[in-house]
């Protein structure tokens, strides 16, 4: 089974860059993996962040974006805000129906 | 502006079926270009894909769930619904309904969620 892999937490300094990433158990994640990005916190719905590796989704500041680094879909936060701080995950498209959501990683601005 | 709301029973007895309607409004379900899916989860814990339906009846299932679940689409009513059998208190969780771009595979907008307890 495939596993989406993120790191379990990340910590940044306010006005600080962090980038998160989101792999794959076998193999590299591609554009083709169509990986888009959710940002929650605690209570509220997930918002969607980033879609198809790196299209902001309406009304996402621009400090936000998506990539591919290496082998891995990334997600690139600058200029770090407090009100930052939430749990981010990743999802790819795997194809033939199926999408998998990353285990999800919990930012912490400080 | 397009918006999802889900309802149904907010508490479920072990072994019977969990069923949730997902609420569109500001839109058409029947809109070409979106797949409408639910997503759970569980609580202190991360997101888990549940399945997608297109307005044409097609579906898409998570495969570790895909024989205890149906999702249907009501394009009457604008509305889609999620059926869960033989629930456990492992299918305890925030179910969250949205809309899924079928260019992009994203999700778009999603519903606030509505918190479903199994337990007798």
């Known amino acids: 089974q495939t596993v989406v892999t993120q790191e379990p937490s990340f910590s940044v300094s306010p006005g600080g860059t962090v980038t998160l990433t989101c792999g794959l158990s076998?193999?590299?994640?591609?554009?083709?993996?169509?990986p888009s990005w959710y940002q929650q916190t605690p209570g509220q719905a997930p918002r969607t962040l980033i879609y198809?590796?790196?299209i902001r989704s309406s009304g996402v500041p621009d400090r936000f974006s998506g990539s591919i680094l290496g082998n891995k879909a990334a997600l690139t936060i600058t200029g770090a805000q407090a009100d930052d701080e939430s749990d981010y995950y990743c999802?790819?498209?795997?194809?033939?129906?199926?999408?998998?959501f990353g285990g999800g990683t919990k930012l912490i601005v400080l | 502006q397009l918006q999802l709301q889900e309802s149904g029973p907010g508490l479920v007895k072990p072994s019977e079926t969990l069923s949730l309607t997902c609420t569109v409004s500001?839109?058409?379900?029947?809109?070409?270009?979106?797949?409408w899916g639910w997503i759970r989860q569980p609580p202190g814990k991360g997101l888990e894909w549940i399945g997608n339906?297109?307005?044409?009846?097609?579906?898409y299932y998570n495969p570790s769930l895909k024989s205890r679940v149906t999702i249907s689409v009501d394009t009457s009513t604008n509305q889609f619904s999620l059926n869960l059998s033989s629930v456990t208190a492992a299918d305890t969780a925030v179910y969250f309904c949205?809309?899924?771009?079928?260019?992009?595979?994203?999700?778009?907008?999603w519903g606030q969620g509505t918190t479903v307890t199994v337990s007798s």
């Open positions: 198809s590796t790196n």
């Open positions: 949205a809309q899924v771009d079928t260019y992009y595979y994203g999700m778009n907008v």
């Open positions: 500001g839109g058409a379900i029947s809109s070409s270009g979106y797949f």
């Open positions: 999802m790819l498209y795997l194809g033939s129906g199926i999408w998998v």
């Open positions: 339906i297109y307005y044409s009846g097609t579906t």
């Open positions: 076998s193999g590299s994640v591609s554009t083709s993996d169509y």
